[in-house]
Nanobody, 117 residues
Framework: QVQLVESGGGSVQAGGSLRLSCAASAYTFSRYSVGWFRQAPGKQREGVAALDNLGTTSYADSVKGRFTISQDNAKNTLYLQMNRLKPEDTAMYYC???????????WGQGTQVTVSS
């Protein structure tokens, strides 16, 4: 069973930065691809950034050049560095672990990010 616990959310002004963390259970990064998703009120959950177990990253167009996904294998922790934040980045952010050959996705509980103009 994969366990994921997010932290690092908060309230910032537009143009500011936040770093989200996701503590994962052991072996998650070697067995699963991982990623960050977000869901704003009244909107569907959307993918923000992903990192597969070969180290390949991908980003939503809306965050390219501003957000960076990374992981620390020694700490079993996934990060999302968010720079030049915009009000439209306001959402609940979730980390997830998944495999391409499985319909199962493991989710964290989420961490709220609020960006004011």
């Amino acid at each position: 069973q994969v366990q994921l616990v997010e932290s690092g959310g908060g309230s910032v002004q537009a143009g500011g930065s936040l770093r989200l963390s996701c503590a994962a259970s052991a072996y998650t990064f070697s067995r699963y691809s991982v990623g960050w998703f977000r869901q704003a009120p009244g909107k569907q959950r959307e993918g923000v950034a992903a990192l597969d177990n070969l180290g390949t990253t991908s980003y939503a167009d809306s965050v390219k050049g501003r957000f960076t996904i990374s992981q620390d294998n020694a700490k079993n922790t996934l990060y999302l560095q968010m720079n030049r934040l915009k009000p439209e980045d306001t959402a609940m952010y979730y980390c997830a672990a998944y495999r391409a050959d499985s319909a199962t996705i493991y989710w964290g509980q989420g961490t709220q990010v609020t960006v004011s103009s």
